[in-house]
């Protein structure tokens, strides 16, 4: 046998690689949504957070771009992933509130990339329908590792709402078959499952939607992530803990595509889907809980005052995005879909498909984005950001008190901010500008109308 010359070999080596760099290359981007769970804006290190750091998190906005003024299209769990997954408003999308679930007729991320020679993967939280009809399998996923409802235990892996009246059972699913992992921490395993799927799936262009199911309640860590965190006070602690987990989580992920050499060619997108929560069940002795900080906007999740809606989210694209910006372009979840597709290069969608705009422009170039009002209801609830000014009527803060569900009543029912000067929302300039008020009043309601008549039917 003939022995190879070892700088052969080497040449070769060296070809293979930089045809496999040159390939990786030019292929359509890898796709990376990462969303945590009832996370307050003011919770990670990079939007100022000096108690819970989270160094892999921040690695994406120093390695892209910080939104400053990044909202989700709902102050609750599932229509705000509804609104994320299919680039409608909420009630269009056919999820207005928690509880119904998506409806086939509408095209989420995944069934607009698989078209496109895309592998698709959800992993964690679903929340868009609990019945295996209405499963990620049947919205253009390819894989699913999670479970359908609204939270679960995170070593159990069961439901149950602390309700007598309500079932407790199992959910946790690998694509349709139930499957027991009890005593597993789910958010490491939800950290696994992805890493799985990436090396599995490197050799084309995927989309992974990781949704954390942390640190919604029940507010559970292993004891490693909780003793980081021994200067806070209990409840706080084992929030940060269950933050901390998700990062480690996240810096794993991006280690692993740096190994695999897929950083370049990753677009990776972390969020939160609404604020910080008080509900009793997330605090101890079923007392409101107190461990999320909302960066000091009003309210709390179910709010569509600003600490109900107004959420952290960060992107990088090694190459494609300038590295360490900071934006206050506004934005919302559903931007994505469309932004997405167009940093993939993929056609338009119709102009009226999506309410979301595409953000590649301000993204990739830095571009001011003169963008639509941003709309929102939940329940009596109303509000819309046009510019500088918010408009919020009939508002609630949601921050535990006896009270802190009912609607405002007097001149607060109709509060106008301007949030440039006062993104608290902590003065009412309704009577200074009655005008702006009555203008944006009007045309909330003209959108309100609109939307519901355009809502898709159940099925």
Not at 425 to 439: H, I, M, T, W
Request: hydrophobic share 40%; with cysteine; glycine share 8%.
């Amino acid at each position: 046998m003939v022995e190879m010359k070892p700088d052969i070999n080497r040449r070769q080596f060296l070809a293979a690689s930089a045809s496999a760099t040159l390939h990786a290359q030019s292929r359509r981007p890898n796709i990376i949504v990462i969303l945590t769970d009832d996370h307050g804006s003011g919770d990670l290190s990079c939007y100022g957070s000096a108690e819970i750091r989270t160094p892999h998190i921040d690695s994406i906005a120093r390695d892209g771009v910080l939104f400053t003024n990044w909202y989700a299209n709902a102050a609750m769990c599932a229509p705000s992933r509804a609104g994320l997954m299919t680039g409608r408003h909420p009630i269009r999308a056919g999820v207005p509130s928690n509880g119904p679930h998506l409806p086939a007729s509408q095209k989420t991320i995944a069934t607009l990339l698989k078209p496109h020679g895309y592998k698709t993967a959800a992993i964690g939280k679903w929340h868009l329908g609990v019945a295996d009809s209405h499963s990620p399998l049947d919205h253009g996923f390819d894989s699913f590792y999670g479970f359908h409802a609204g939270c679960v235990d995170f070593y159990s892996h069961r439901y149950y709402w602390g309700d007598p009246k309500t079932v407790n059972f199992h959910d946790l699913y690998r694509n349709r078959a139930e499957i027991f992992e009890d005593g597993q921490y789910l958010t490491e395993r939800i950290t696994a499952e992805a890493k799985q799927f990436i090396r599995q799936a490197n050799a084309q262009p995927f989309f992974l939607y990781l949704a954390y199911n942390a640190p919604h309640y029940p507010m559970h860590a292993p004891q490693k992530y909780i003793d980081r965190f021994k200067h806070l006070p209990l409840e706080r602690r084992i929030y940060a803990a269950m933050i901390a987990a998700v990062d480690d989580g996240i810096g794993e992920i991006r280690a692993l595509l740096q190994d695999l050499q897929l950083t370049s060619n990753t677009l990776i997108v972390f969020a939160a889907d609404n604020g910080a929560t008080t509900e009793p069940r997330a605090g101890l002795n079923g007392q409101p809980a107190t461990a999320g900080y909302n960066r000091g906007f009003r309210g709390f999740k179910f709010s569509l005052f600003d600490g109900g809606v107004h959420v952290p989210a960060v992107m990088a694209w090694p190459g494609r995005i300038p590295a360490g910006r900071t934006t206050s372009q506004i934005a919302a979840h559903y931007d994505l879909a469309p932004t997405l597709l167009a940093a993939a290069g993929l056609p338009e969608m119709p102009a009226d498909h999506f309410d979301g705009i595409s953000l590649w422009p301000a993204i990739a170039k830095g571009e001011v984005i003169n963008r639509p009002p941003l709309h929102w209801q939940n329940g009596p609830q109303l509000a819309i950001r046009k510019g500088q000014w918010k408009l919020t009527l009939n508002g609630y803060e949601a921050n535990g008190g006896p009270d802190s569900r009912k609607p405002k009543t007097g001149d607060d029912a109709n509060f106008l901010a301007n949030l440039e000067q006062d993104p608290g929302e902590k003065r009412n300039l309704r009577g200074e500008f009655p005008a702006v008020a009555e203008a944006l009043e009007k045309e909330l309601k003209i959108w309100l109308e609109a939307v519901q008549k355009s809502a898709p039917k159940t099925d």
